[in-house]
């Protein structure tokens, strides 16, 4: 291996050892969470500091048109400068050659962060969190689906076939045996995670007709969401090999449950590297109901970014294994805002309302973000909720629309997140919406054609 490879990650070299690299792909995450880059010979990028992506790549919608997002100047799409993380170097085990992947950092030609990259709003959260003297910790749950091959958008999805040659089966919760259904594509992951270089915490079967969750274990939040960003692509991969698809939709099938991208939040003193959720005597902290208060009176500014899409809010419905409020209990799935059993060390307050469909850094950096204001604030949570919190009303957005007037008015969301970013999102949202409203449905045209 040439010089510059000795410094990669562990993983990376280990991958490469024995082995002559042929390509780098240099990515970075666009609004959505797709991977936007270029792909250049190993030699090319031995050579080069950085490279130049146009600024227009945060400005795209999920299908491709445009925000009118670029500003005063006008959409004359920018360069910027890309410089690559090299602790994100990671392998590419699917590629038919020897492949790396890298992450790159955005700034502009002074040298400043791109406030609109998703990495550097999560960066800039993170930021606030230490000069307050703050650590924060996360942990991240994965829920997908694999599904049928669906080709045509007319037709609905459909559950994959298992191993057995029957469809997956819905409401096996845990089964092993439903765990073993999907043996091949699992395998896969599990060895495209640990050339990658990755831990998984394990992985379960869901409620969900082809439904699994991956855990990840408790870390650093922009490490975490380069990794959720990475096991995305991977987990894909992986179903395609197995002619299957890998879907992150919140709510890809109709009648079973969605899926969630559940966050763990601890917060540590930086000094001391002891959780601030617990006291002397491992009681409660004020600091504990504090980042709770926050998520109850910050988080629905927020799901406009942790629920991005139309489809996101089909989740949250009653008896379905999503939240319909913004409630806190300890151990109670049915609530928004969850207290895991722990030991006072590791005691976490759990954001059960992020979808999987939200990009993992800005996902991660709304819910910290909520934490935050409420650390600030020091405001109490409402009591504790007991019992079934689908028997309670709920309060948050339904409809993404709702969801976008919460988040345009949110100044002070938007002073953590970053004014241009929040600027710049919430018009490439908006288009995006309204682009929705333009397509007639099949409920739309079944039920109201012949009979209004």
């Not at 274990?217 to 197995?242: C, M, Q, S, T, W």
Request: charged share 25%.
């Amino acid at each position: 291996m040439s010089d510059w490879t000795d410094g990669l990650p562990e993983a990376a070299q280990a991958y490469l050892e024995g082995r002559r690299l042929d390509e780098v792909e240099c990515i970075i995450s666009d609004l959505p969470g797709i991977a936007r880059g270029k792909a250049v010979p190993a030699t090319k990028f031995a050579r080069q500091d950085y490279f130049h992506l146009p600024d227009s790549i945060f400005y795209q919608t999920i299908t491709g048109d445009w925000g009118e997002a670029a500003g005063e100047d006008g959409f004359i799409e920018r360069d910027m400068v890309l410089r690559p993380d090299m602790s994100t170097a990671t392998a590419a085990p699917w590629t038919g050659d020897w492949t790396l992947q890298v992450i790159h950092d955005a700034f502009d030609r002074n040298g400043e962060a791109v406030a609109c990259s998703p990495r550097n709003v999560l960066r800039r959260v993170c930021q606030l969190y230490q000069e307050k003297g703050w650590k924060p910790v996360v942990a991240p749950e994965m829920e997908f689906f694999l599904v049928a091959r669906n080709t045509d958008p007319g037709h609905d999805i459909k559950p994959m076939m298992g191993r057995s040659g029957r469809p997956a089966a819905a409401r096996q919760a845990y089964s092993m045996t439903a765990v073993d259904e999907f043996g091949p594509v699992i395998d896969d992951i599990y060895d495209f995670a640990e050339a990658q270089g990755f831990e998984i915490d394990g992985i379960t079967q869901e409620g969900g007709a082809g439904q699994l969750e991956i855990n990840l274990r408790h870390g650093n939040p922009v490490k975490l969401a380069d990794e959720v960003f990475y096991f995305k692509r991977l987990i894909r991969e992986a179903a395609l090999r197995h002619d299957c698809f890998a879907t992150f939709m919140a709510k890809p099938i109709a009648d079973e449950p969605g899926s969630a991208m559940h966050i763990h939040h601890s917060i540590l003193d930086a000094k001391t590297g002891a959780n601030i959720f617990s006291g002397p005597d491992d009681e409660e902290t004020d600091e504990f109901y504090h980042f709770i208060a926050g998520l109850q009176n910050h988080m629905p500014d927020a799901m406009a970014v942790i629920a991005p899409y139309v489809n996101s809010y089909r989740r949250y419905v009653k008896d379905s294994a999503a939240p319909i409020n913004l409630e806190w209990a300890r151990d109670n799935r049915t609530t928004g805002i969850r207290v895991p059993l722990a030991t006072p060390a590791a005691r976490r307050v759990e954001n059960r309302l992020a979808g999987m469909d939200c990009n993992p850094y800005l996902g991660i950096a709304a819910s910290l973000a909520c934490g935050y204001l409420g650390l600030i604030d020091q405001r109490r949570p409402k009591p504790e909720f007991k019992g079934d919190a689908y028997d309670g009303d709920g309060d948050i957005p339904q409809v993404l629309g709702s969801a976008l007037d919460f988040f345009e008015e949110a100044q002070a969301l938007h002073a953590v997140l970053g004014p241009e970013f929040a600027r710049v999102y919430a018009i490439v949202k908006r288009a995006e919406y309204e682009e929705f409203l333009q397509v007639i449905s099949p409920w739309e045209r079944e039920h109201l054609l012949l009979n209004v």
